[in-house]
């Protein structure tokens, strides 16, 4: 599946109204210990083909040129 990255800072999402289905948005001790997480929408949940809660699962993205591991903290 291929989709484009962003970047966002942790008050992005409750700054634009987002809700979340499962998990939650980033939070302070993501940014303090420099952790690799992301959000997903439900549609790319569908798309990766994860099965059961997606929360806490590991999903390799592109990091600038390089694959590395994000930990999925949440789904919109």
Known sequence: VRFDPLAVSQD???ANG???SRGTGFSESDFLKARRVV???ER???AL???GHP???TVQARDC???ASFTV???M
Request: hydrophobic share 55%; no cysteine.
């Open 12 to 14: 992005y999402f409750p």
């Open 73 to 75: 903290v949440g789904v």
């Open 39 to 41: 959000v997903l929408s």
């Open 44 to 46: 790319l949940v569908g």
């Open 18 to 20: 987002i809700t979340f």
């Open 55 to 57: 929360v806490g699962q």
């Open 65 to 67: 040129d390089a694959l």
């Open 49 to 51: 083909g994860l099965q």
